[in-house]
């Protein structure tokens, strides 16, 4: 293995224990701008006090800047000042101080996206977590809180809007073509919610008044062309303005709210003060470009970067290490919106795929680390779907726990208590017991400890007692740096239904295991028990039980929780596959049956029914495997889904004709019809039905909205019918014009579960759409590529190294875009000797490479390790 420790220090890592308070505090900072893609003059005026007893000197973090003058009360001092890594340190003799610095920075270089960088046009900016030290020296740390003036001068041609965050409070004419606006945040705020933006925009404009009678100004801006694409995100916002103040007593707090939608973004928005800057695939939505899932995905983000108002902006963060704080907060209240406005039980079912889908190999693998981090290199590396989707499961056990009333008091508790400052994980919590009287010491190692609980249930019934016994028992796994685990608090729905009558016996029941072991006696059985647990994934754990496939098939059928009918139904499908998987045959029949049943039953809604007759992911069955075997899950599962299209063939087309519709129309019922009607597209083409290719062209031909288009072009992409081209080539002609439906096209191809699909893939990145610079599309082909298990594991190593030829070519301009890229190849323990060995010779040669950014070098060699 190359040793590069010997030639470069490697970078240093952070503590958490090692938080201090800052030792100097800007209470007010003015910021003036002189806008230019090639040069941008940034002058900051600091009022700077010194915090506490102690004689060191101001430190300013900088990164890539080279101060142009530095003053001090007006004055400037020579040698009082020098550069210290990126940073400069200033010698201040009194407690209060003004400090002006001045830089140059070239926005249209920028192509990390973090700071001031040009995107189509505009001039945007992204802080968090550390880029506003790109833009100016400042204390980059989200405890040290400011008021802010923003003063921007642009070419009035190129740049006619100018926006920051807050209130605008001046604008006017200068000479050569130039325009200013200045606006004033009222709010204090840490650096990482600054925000500006100058462009050839327009915008969707409307308004809202708040409960207490306050006018808001709502705008969401784009490019001109977008403009139609806009009222869904805008109708979201209005929803979200209302629901949080009708969930959460909290009120907008400005006389405007701004949106801005860029195409170059590094992840999905940015909650910055008065002035969210999105990812433009966040924003805009219209039926012929954007499916059922983006126009739920637009709502969603749209009310997370909202609900952050509160939760995260007017209580921040103390340090980044607290990033679950806001973020798994937020995600729990973004979570709970959604699933008011439309189908809850789908959006759990939903909810509950991604965590597993990002959260469980995280928490299984090298990368694992808890809600609340305890060191890093990079803090980047750590938006992880563990500090989001993780954390927003811990607040919602809190809440089961609690119960929503005594929740809300701790929230409201939380919000009253840290209003204007930066908190811990620990405030939260303290709130949520102070409220409730209820006491969480325990409760506090679900943000200590990493790693995915294994909940152990077996029920035995003594039918002559009429008992029945439950007995539970609890693993946490090791993980990294964390090889012993205390046990975890575990909230645990359970019912028990009887076998014969269907009956509940005695109703819900929230358990709370918080032993490694439990046992749970029931009297009055009277009939066999068949075990309902985790219902509504109560907790963010595997749970193992001693179900057979009848009980599975029982639950499925007659549960009255609709995540646990839905879970049933995926636990008879896994049990099946994995035991064709180890014995190279299983028997189909269980859930063939159970599906038949769910397609039958009148009672469910479309959009369940869809959810609960997909088989699971080939990367969940390898999830569930000690070493995954791409191959042999991928023939399982083509097999099952080939024995489910033949034996339901009638099913399948009945579904398929009685969820077509006439016109296309956006409701929660349409959305479960289009979704059946493509789920059950997908199983007539697996049946091998002669007329599947042309039913699917079709269907893609004739669609009057991207969901079905979109969902016809899947189902054409896994063939190798003649079909499969000309709807591709069709696609492309319709679409190329648009960026964020061209993605689309490359995503449909990279998910392909053709043989060839690798040769393909790496045919499209050389096409002539394909570029790294956008994170879009750079994720559209080849995020979506390595979530492909088979195509990417492929056995001679070609997957490895084209992903690990892609982290190479992307650290070099955009690291922190890049280093998401490495998760895939660090789950190389859990292959076969081969690609074992193919994965860590891609990690180390990308280890190896001079000028490695920390980002890519945390990510690939701690998944070395
Ligand atoms: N706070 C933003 C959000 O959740 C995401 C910022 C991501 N920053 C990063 N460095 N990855 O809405
Ligand atoms: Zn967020």
């Not at 506090?444 to 400890?449: E, H, K, T, V």
């Not at 006696?521 to 009277?526: P, V, W």
Request: proline share 6%; glycine share 6%; with cysteine.
């Amino acid at each position: 293995m190359p040793d590069i420790s010997s030639t470069v220090a490697p970078p240093p890592v952070i503590h958490r224990e090692d938080y201090r308070p800052p030792e100097w505090l800007v209470p007010d900072i003015a910021l003036d701008f002189a806008l230019d893609p090639a040069a941008t003059r940034v002058r900051a005026r600091l009022e700077v006090q010194r915090n506490g007893e102690h004689a060191h000197p101001l430190r300013l973090d900088g990164d890539g800047l080279v101060p142009l003058s530095v003053l001090v009360d007006g004055a400037p001092l020579a040698d009082s000042w020098r550069l210290d890594g990126g940073a400069l340190l200033i010698d201040l003799p009194g407690d209060t101080h003004i400090v002006e610095t001045e830089v140059e920075i070239a926005p249209e270089a920028n192509s990390q996206l973090m700071g001031l960088y040009a995107s189509g046009g505009l001039l945007c900016t992204q802080c968090e977590a550390e880029g506003f030290r790109r833009i100016t020296f400042f204390p980059d740390r989200p405890d040290v809180l400011s008021r802010y003036t923003v003063r921007m001068e642009a070419d009035r041609t190129r740049y006619p809007i100018l926006l920051a965050n807050g209130d605008p409070v001046g604008a006017g004419e200068l000479g050569d073509g130039r325009h200013w606006a200045e606006w004033r945040d009222p709010f204090l705020k840490p650096c990482y919610l600054f925000a500006l933006v100058a462009g050839d925009l327009v915008a969707n404009r409307a308004n809202f008044t708040t409960r207490s009678g306050r006018e808001v100004d709502l705008a969401i801006w784009v490019r001109e062309a977008d403009l139609p694409k806009t009222d869904h995100a805008m109708a979201a916002l209005k929803a979200s303005m209302a629901w949080d103040e009708h969930v959460y007593g909290r009120e907008y707090d400005l006389a405007m709210f701004n949106i801005v939608a860029v195409s170059d973004f590094n992840f999905g928005a940015m909650e910055n003060k008065g002035l969210n800057i999105f990812n433009s695939r966040y924003i805009l939505a219209d039926p012929e470009t954007a499916t059922d899932a983006d126009f739920d995905a637009v709502a969603g983000v749209v009310a997370h970067e909202y609900f952050h108002n509160w939760s995260g902006n007017r209580v921040t963060c103390r340090d980044w290490f607290q990033l679950s704080l806001k973020e798994g907060f937020t995600v729990f209240r973004d979570q709970c919106f959604s699933a008011d406005q439309g189908s809850a039980a789908v959006k759990r079912i939903e909810d509950v795929r991604c965590l597993r889908a990002a959260q469980f190999p995280e928490d299984a693998g090298p990368l694992a680390h808890p809600i609340r981090p305890e060191s890093y290199i990079e803090i980047s590396n750590f938006y992880t779907a563990t500090v989001y989707n993780k954390g927003a499961e811990v607040i919602r056990m809190l809440r089961t726990m609690l119960g929503a009333e005594r929740f809300r008091q701790g929230s409201d508790l939380y919000f009253e208590r840290h209003d204007g400052t930066a908190a811990t994980c620990e405030d939260f919590v303290r709130a949520m017991e102070d409220a409730s009287g209820e006491d969480l010491t325990d409760f506090r190692r679900w943000y200590s400890q990493a790693g995915t609980p294994r909940v152990k249930a077996s029920l035995s019934h003594d039918a002559p007692g009429g008992r029945a016994r439950l007995e539970l028992e609890q693993t946490v796994p090791a993980t990294p740096g964390q090889p012993e685990k205390l046990a975890m608090p575990i909230p645990l729905r359970i019912a028990l239904f009887g076998e014969r009558s269907g009956e509940i016996f005695g109703g819900e029941q929230l358990v709370l295991l918080d032993d490694e072991k439990h046992e749970i006696l029931f009297e009055g059985i009277s009939e066999r028990p068949i075990l309902s647990i985790n219902r509504g994934f109560s907790a963010p754990v595997i749970v193992e039980t001693n179900r057979t496939a009848d009980d599975l098939a029982f639950l499925s059928a007659h549960d009255d929780d609709p995540f646990a009918r839905y879970e049933a139904m995926q636990q008879l499908m896994l049990d099946t596959l994995v035991a064709r998987i180890a014995h190279g045959s299983a028997d189909h029949a269980p859930v063939i049956q159970a599906v038949r049943d769910t397609l039958a039953d009148p009672a469910l809604d479309a959009a369940f029914v869809a959810e609960a007759v997909l088989l699971p992911s080939e990367s969940f069955i390898g999830d569930q495997m000690p070493l995954v075997d791409p191959d042999a899950i991928h023939r399982a599962r083509e097999a099952l889904r080939t024995d489910l299209g033949r034996s339901l063939l009638t099913d399948w087309r009945e579904a398929y004709a009685a969820n077509a519709a006439n016109r296309y129309e956006y409701s929660p019922t349409a959305k479960g019809a289009r979704r059946l009607r493509t789920v059950s597209l997908g199983y007539i083409a697996a049946s091998g039905a002669a007329d599947a290719p042309a039913l699917a062209f079709d269907q893609f031909g004739q669609a009057d909205n991207m969901t079905d288009r979109q969902g016809a072009l899947g189902v054409l992409a896994n063939s190798m019918s003649p079909e499969r081209e000309k709807a591709l080539a069709a696609f492309y002609e319709r679409y190329r014009g648009d960026a964020l439906v061209l993605d689309k096209w490359f995503t449909t191809q990279a998910l392909s579960t053709r043989d060839d699909t690798v040769e393909q893939v790496e045919r499209l990145a050389a096409h002539p759409d394909f570029t790294i610079a956008n994170p879009n599309r750079l994720r559209s082909l080849v995020g979506a590529f390595a979530a492909n298990q088979r195509a990417f594991h492929d056995l001679a190593g070609r997957g490895y190294r084209f992903l690990a030829d892609m982290v190479l070519r992307v650290d070099r301009l955009n690291p922190q875009t890049a280093a998401k890229l490495v998760p895939p190849l660090g789950r190389w323990r859990r292959f076969d000797a081969t690609r074992a060995a193919r994965m860590r010779a891609e990690l180390e040669r990308v280890l190896a490479a001079p000028d490695l950014s920390r980002d890519v070098f945390e990510q690939v060699s701690k998944s070395l390790a």
